[in-house]
């Protein structure tokens, strides 16, 4: 076999055997010469004897496979054989076959057309037998909510009835029933797809326990897991039931679809239709297609939508409600709005369901409207929009607003809150929140509320509350109580307009995703965002505006405002020491309100920005008012209020040590109190401002504050008016926080162009921050003018009109009436402050004072006419009185007065004594003051010599001055030097 294969190579390399055969023929036949022929003779035979040889030998070496090959190929030809046989013998049988037949022709056409009638009678048996099933295979649909696979069999089998059935007279009653059911089917799948609109789309929301991430998409909404709650289920729009389900029944055979798997129409599926209930409503939406029922259902969607909304508003109030209960929570005041705030965010949570769930049925009813344009043209199929359902749910958001709100102002605030009645508003919406009237009394005959098999504390409550329900009378107990009634409404907290300062955030979060749903073009079409917008502006803003002017003015129109104050607890609460004014409590808790509704309601912080603008305004020209009814008499400030007036002598006062250290921190004043150089310093400059002013005048009793409580009232004034610039400045440091939303969309929307920008409005409000704290200054600054000025009052008139030159024994050496009377207007006005002031500004009010009173005395030498040993004596008591009243005031030495006594007692010597005692204790007082005491020494004793000598003594006495000053001077440089 291999030397075979060779030689065929061998053949193949030099040309085809055929044609080698033909090219040998051709040689030996042209050839002419015996001898080549027979060489060519020889060499074919040789070639043939070794092709020979080589199948021998390949033979040999593959007997075997060629053994079988051969067997094979005899097996195979074997079978050939007896096949052709038996085809003939098949062939031979066929002729003879047509041959019998075509002489029985007739009789086997008669025979085959009866076979076709008899079939077709056995399948119309059967489909009127199947029809027969329907109602129990209905039944097992419809109870299993396979409502496609039972609207498959309704249709089919109508249409076989009204169809090649219609001749057959004893299926006229079922003909009757089922066209009956098939127009009332489609109600029942109405009501389904309405159960999951309102009710599975929301039914997972609002439980505590539920997962937070639980996706609401349509494709996502799912079955839910817990059980519907009795009051639920009782006002649900529930299916409407077949007058007889058992009488509907399954036409014929063939299959249907149902969730995308095909089944025999008789069969019912053991899969929960209800799974996905996106895929569920699509399911009725083909059903609904199938019964040409598209239109109803849309007109029946759009008359059920705004009672539907009604209705979850109406579960959700119960299901807050409920939860609060079940925590334990009452009617506090306090938490009413959180509960409203938790109603709102579940309405948004449910509304943004149902509006998802009104997509997936659009988006079905646009997919069959696809399918089928000539049939939904023909029908006259129009579908709603979704901006349809947003603006329901806008609507019912709206009333609903509006009642909580109280826009119509139907309701007192002034009733109690444990017996609400509010007047019924007359509104549709009202009627949604009605008790049911009485039927008839149910009486329960077991009660499992203590049974350890009773059913969740939730659970039951409802059934309670359905019960109770049912009866008539006023609810008590149970979670009602968390439901406000008003008329016939319900409500979970008490309506007022401060509830829009809880729900605004969230409310304008759920307007701006309507807005987005809604696209560009129509977000000016949002009537939420316009109800809102209306209602802030136009009315709750004109609310807090007329509330604030009404709580600012019942304390602003007192007879005197400035002498009422706020009581013990509200100092307390606040945290003060010292009494403030009502009024000043009142307008700093209506600057912080205002603030509260700035963070609240931060889209509209300009318009409240400029309320407390506006408020502190009016309560800056009522301080004002207040502090000019005590300062100015006639037309004419008094002197203290004058000079605190001028900007001049308030800078200068200002400006001294002693207001410096009052205004400084505790630890710098302590500090500064220890140099006594620095406070002398401070009181010898303004006791000479004050000296050099009212040194001579007599001061009328109109120029001064006689009353201590008009200085009480200033006094409280200053505090107050401190605390409320302290308050503002807080407050307005929050400012850029509590102002960071108004920049929002609201702003394109809501907030109109302000009359003055931001800035302005900043600006002035630190204008009246510093206003207020400038009266507090001003008060302070007239607080301490009018001690003083008191001092002037009684004691410039006891030197130019008192009589000193008294005879002891003769006449009385009592204390001059006029320093009895400065003593007791002292004391009174330091009671009045030291429970009024705080003490570092009770400090500064009296220190300081003695040295006044030592300038005033010794100034008032000068106007002495005469005085006496016995005068001098009287005066120095008066100087001793008033150190003694000082000193239990400023609990110090006030040694200034020590310094006046000594004074005057200077005045027991001579005039030449006086001279030799300047030179031997040195100068002690200014020259002025030592030719005083020496003028008054000359116009007192007698024997003092005439004009001249007189004259001299006073130049001796400015030369003795003179030389003790250059001691001083030698002794201060000498000092300078060694040092």
């Excluded at 055929?18 to 040689?27: D, F, Q």
């Excluded at 070639?47 to 033979?59: K, Q, V």
């Excluded at 107990?477 to 319900?490: Q, T």
């Excluded at 030291?834 to 009010?845: E, R, W």
Aim: net charge negative; hydrophobic share 35%.
């Amino acid at each position: 076999m291999a030397d075979t294969g060779r030689f065929k190579g061998a053949v193949n390399k030099n040309k085809d055997p055929s044609g080698l055969l033909i090219s040998v023929i051709r040689t030996l036949s042209s050839s002419d010469d015996v001898q080549d022929r027979e060489t060519e003779k020889g060499r074919l035979e040789e070639a043939f004897e070794t092709c020979d040889r080589d199948l021998d030998e390949l033979i040999v070496q593959h007997y075997a496979e060629l053994t079988t090959a051969i067997r094979t190929y005899q097996s195979i030809t074997e079978r050939i054989t007896s096949s052709r046989n038996k085809v003939k013998q098949v062939k031979e049988n066929l002729l003879s076959c047509k041959m019998l037949l075509h002489c029985k022709r007739d009789e086997l056409r008669k025979l085959w057309i009866e076979g076709i009638e008899h079939k077709h009678v056995l399948q119309l048996l059967d489909e009127i037998e199947s029809i027969k099933q329907v109602p129990q295979r209905l039944e097992a649909n419809m109870a299993s909510k396979h409502y496609l696979h039972a609207t498959d069999m309704l249709v089919l089998a109508v249409d076989s009835l009204d169809g090649h059935l219609v001749q057959v007279e004893g299926l006229s009653d079922l003909r009757l029933e089922l066209h009956s059911k098939k127009l009332n089917i489609h109600l029942v799948l109405i009501d389904e797809l309405h159960r999951h609109l309102y009710i599975k789309s929301t039914s997972r929301l609002g439980h505590k326990n539920r997962d937070k991430n639980t996706s609401r998409l349509p494709g996502s909404l799912t079955k839910d897991s817990s059980p519907m709650s009795v009051l639920e289920m009782s006002s649900l729009s529930t299916p409407r039931k077949l007058l007889d389900t058992s009488q509907f029944s399954t036409p014929g055979s063939g299959s249907v679809q149902q969730d995308g798997r095909e089944m025999n129409q008789g069969d019912v599926p053991d899969v929960d239709p209800e799974e996905n209930s996106a895929e569920f409503m699509g399911i009725l939406i083909k059903a609904l297609a199938k019964l040409k029922k598209i239109p109803e259902t849309i007109k029946a969607i759009m008359e059920r939508l705004e009672p539907e909304l009604k209705q979850i508003v109406k579960r959700s109030t119960t299901q807050i409600a409920d939860h609060a209960y079940q925590k334990g929570e009452s009617l506090a005041q306090e938490s009413q709005p959180r509960q409203l705030l938790e109603l709102l965010e579940l309405l948004f949570d449910k509304f943004k369901a149902v509006a998802q769930a009104h997509n997936v049925v659009l988006s079905h009813m646009r997919h069959i409207a696809v399918q089928c344009p000539r049939g939904a043209q023909e029908e006259g199929i129009k579908l709603y929009e979704q901006a349809d359902v947003s603006a329901k749910i806008q609507t019912v958001l709206q009333v609903l607003l509006m009642e909580y709100l109280d826009v119509k102002n139907s309701r007192s605030s002034s009733e109690p809150s444990a017996q609400l009645s509010y007047a019924s508003t007359g509104s549709e919406f009202a009627a949604f929140f009605s008790k049911k009237k009485p039927q008839r009394a149910k009486q329960s005959l077991f009660k499992f509320e203590s049974s350890s098999h009773a059913i969740s504390m939730s659970a039951y409550l409802r059934e309670q509350r359905r019960e109770l329900y049912s009866k008539s009378g006023e609810l008590q107990g149970g979670a009602d109580d968390n439901l406000i009634e008003g008329g016939e409404m319900k409500f979970v907290c008490k309506p007022g307009a401060r509830n829009i300062t809880v729900i605004f955030q969230p409310l304008l979060r759920f307007i701006q995703e309507i807005e987005m749903n809604m696209g560009p073009g129509q977000a000016k079409q949002c009537q939420l965002r316009a109800f809102l917008t209306y209602y802030i502006n136009d009315l709750f803003l004109n609310q807090v505006r007329t509330e604030i002017n009404k709580d600012i003015q019942a304390v602003s129109k007192a007879a005197d405002p400035l002498k009422v104050l706020a009581s013990a607890d509200t100092m307390k609460v606040l945290g003060v020491q010292r009494p403030l004014l009502q009024s000043t409590v009142v307008v700093e808790k209506s600057i912080q309100d205002l603030m509260n509704l700035m963070q609240d309601l931060s889209a509209y912080s300009n318009q409240f920005l400029e309320m407390v603008c506006d408020k502190l305004k009016e309560y800056k020209e009522i301080c004002n008012t207040a502090y000019r009814a005590i300062v100015q008499c006639e037309e004419k400030l008094t002197i203290s209020a004058s000079w605190s007036k001028d900007e001049d002598i308030s800078r200068l006062l200002q400006s001294l040590p002693n207001w410096a250290n009052m205004t400084q921190p505790r630890q710098a004043r302590q500090k500064r109190e220890d140099e006594e150089d620095y406070t002398r310093t401070a009181f010898a400059k303004e006791s000479e401002v004050l000296t050099g002013n009212l040194g001579d005048k007599l001061i009328p009793q109109n120029e001064i504050l006689r009353d201590v409580s008009d200085l009480k009232a200033l006094a409280n004034l200053h505090e107050s008016m401190e605390w409320l610039s302290a308050r503002l400045k807080v407050f307005f440091n929050n400012l850029p926080h509590l102002c960071g939303g108004s920049s929002g969309s609201m702003d394109s929307h809501v907030v109109g162009e302000s009359e003055r920008s931001r800035e302005q409005i900043l600006q002035t409000l630190s204008d009246l921050t510093q206003a207020f704290q400038d009266i507090s200054d001003r008060c302070l600054l007239v607080l301490h003018l009018e001690v003083r000025v008191h001092c002037f009052h009684y004691l410039i008139p006891l030197a130019k009109q008192g009589n000193y030159a008294i005879v002891a024994n003769v006449e009385s050496m009592d204390y001059d009436p006029l320093v009895v009377k400065l003593n007791k207007d002292i004391s009174a006005i330091e009671e009045a402050m030291g429970a009024a002031l705080q003490q570092h500004k009770f400090q500064y009010i009296f220190e300081g004072l003695g040295h006044l009173i030592s300038c005033i005395l010794i100034n008032g030498a000068q106007y002495f006419k005469r005085i006496s040993e016995s005068g001098i004596k009287k005066m120095c008591r008066n100087i001793f009185v008033l150190q003694q009243n000082l000193t239990n005031i400023t609990m110090s030495r006030e040694a200034d007065l020590d310094f006046a006594r000594q004074y005057y007692e200077m005045l027991y010597n001579t005039a030449d004594e006086l001279l030799n005692l300047v030179v031997d204790q040195g100068v002690r007082y200014t020259e002025l003051e030592y030719i005083n005491a020496l003028s008054l020494l000359h116009r007192s004793q007698t024997g003092v010599g005439d004009l001249s000598t007189q004259n001299t003594r006073l130049q001796r006495l400015k030369e003795i001055i003179c030389e003790q000053a250059a001691i001083k001077q030698a002794t201060k440089d000498k000092k300078i030097t060694t040092v």
